[in-house]
């Protein structure tokens, strides 16, 4: 009898190890490394590994960017969600003011986000890039 029950025990416990794995693919999930200090949500943050991901599996439109390494994290609420629709990777895109970055998208495997790039924020950076000569002006996205 204490047999049965142990084997009963064992196969309730791995088919709970099962369930708690499955639910552990987080959808949206992205691990990138960004090699500058970038600006997000109005936020400066550094160079470092970055977890992308959403704050709850129902909602895709609240994401968070943390860093454990750096110990700073920011909410992005993105302006725009769309389906992926093509097969390139998952990344993270730019826009370049002077020597600033500004997340401006974010590529999963199943969405493209389109994060907010404030017109003060680009004021600023350009600004910042004015009032130093030596810095370069340029625009784009990485």
Same mark, same amino acid.
């Given at each position: 009898?204490?047999?049965?029950?142990?084997?009963?025990?064992?196969?309730?416990?791995?088919?709970?190890?099962?369930?708690?794995?499955?639910?552990?693919?987080?959808?949206?999930? /992205?691990?990138?490394?960004?090699?500058?200090?970038?600006?997000?949500?109005?936020? #400066? @943050?550094?160079?470092?590994?970055?977890?992308?991901?959403?704050?709850?599996?129902? !909602?895709?439109?609240?994401?968070?960017? $943390? $860093?454990?390494? !750096?110990?700073?994290?920011? /909410?992005?609420?993105?302006?725009?969600?769309?389906?992926? #629709?093509?097969?390139?990777?998952?990344?993270?895109?730019?826009?370049?003011?002077?020597?600033?970055?500004? @997340?401006?998208?974010?590529? #999963?495997?199943?969405?493209?986000? #389109?994060?907010?790039?404030?017109?003060?924020?680009? @004021?600023?950076?350009?600004?910042?890039?004015? $009032? !130093?000569?030596?810095?370069?002006?340029? $625009?784009?996205? !990485?």
């Amino acid at each position: 009898m204490k047999t049965h029950c142990m084997r009963i025990l064992s196969a309730f416990f791995g088919l709970a190890a099962l369930a708690v794995a499955a639910k552990g693919q987080t959808p949206d999930q /992205l691990v990138v490394n960004i090699p500058y200090e970038f600006v997000v949500a109005g936020k #400066t @943050l550094p160079a470092g590994s970055y977890r992308i991901n959403r704050v709850s599996d129902k !909602n895709e439109r609240l994401l968070v960017i $943390s $860093s454990f390494e !750096n110990r700073a994290g920011v /909410l992005v609420q993105p302006i725009d969600v769309a389906g992926k #629709t093509d097969t390139e990777k998952p990344s993270v895109s730019f826009q370049t003011v002077g020597d600033q970055h500004l @997340l401006s998208r974010i590529e #999963t495997a199943e969405h493209v986000f #389109t994060i907010p790039v404030s017109s003060p924020a680009v @004021l600023e950076a350009g600004m910042k890039t004015h $009032s !130093n000569p030596s810095a370069s002006a340029s $625009s784009g996205s !990485n």
